[in-house]
């Protein structure tokens, strides 16, 4: 499969109190490069920018790294792709709604919100549940054994919270409702999901 990533929109998405510098994408690329031969996936990830004024292509591992150049956006280098390569099995992961909408527009592309991939990524790329603790209210991520006071107390004060019990749940929360077929547009994304 290949998994076109609209690269500052995630890396906004999952760091949004930090600047964005060439360390945090540089460990991100090598970490996307370790999970997508682990996975067998080809990763096409895109940046605004970069030195030039037309797109530039490295690649990192199992990783293609696009820069868009001065004249285009990621979003734009992304639909003309999407584009090209329609017949192949694709999966976008963006935020951006207007993208999102295109992509599926002109070809019928699934995408998932970089949140839930970057939760899925490091899950399949840590060893261990230890390795991955993911607060969602403060977006806190442990993702190494590397020791640090600090965190590890943040993290271990968010390991003590329990789940309320299903007794204490509301009957309204714990309603079940009437199962419903799924339609044919989330049973194919949901297969593409599982095999991230």
């Known amino acids: 499969m290949i998994i076109i990533i609209d690269g500052y929109n995630l890396l906004k998405q999952v760091m949004p109190d930090e600047d964005i510098g060439e360390g945090q994408r540089e460990r991100f690329i090598k ?6 031969h682990k996975k067998k996936h080809h990763v096409v990830l895109v940046f605004d920018g970069g030195s030039y004024v037309r797109p530039t ?5 199992d990783v293609q790294i696009i820069y868009s150049g001065y004249h285009e956006s990621a979003d734009d280098y992304i639909y003309r792709y ?5 017949s192949y099995d694709m999966l976008l992961i963006s935020s951006d709604r207007e993208l999102r909408k295109k992509v599926a527009a002109c070809a019928a592309v699934e995408a998932v919100h970089p949140e839930e991939f970057y939760r899925l990524f ?4 840590c060893c261990t549940p230890e390795q991955v603790r993911v607060n969602k209210k403060s977006k806190s991520l442990k993702t190494s054994q590397e020791e640090n006071a600090e965190v590890d107390a943040l993290m271990a004060e968010f390991s003590t919270l329990k789940p309320m019990p299903k007794s204490e749940v509301s009957v309204h929360e714990f309603r079940e409702k009437r199962p419903h077929r799924k339609s044919k547009k989330e049973r194919k994304l949901l297969t593409k999901i599982k095999k991230l």
Not at 122 to 125: R, Y
């Open 57 to 61: 292509k490295e690649i990192k591992g």
């Open 122 to 125: 490091l899950q399949k790329l």
């Open 82 to 86: 999407v584009e090209k390569h329609k």
């Open 31 to 36: 970490q996307l490069s370790e999970y997508a």
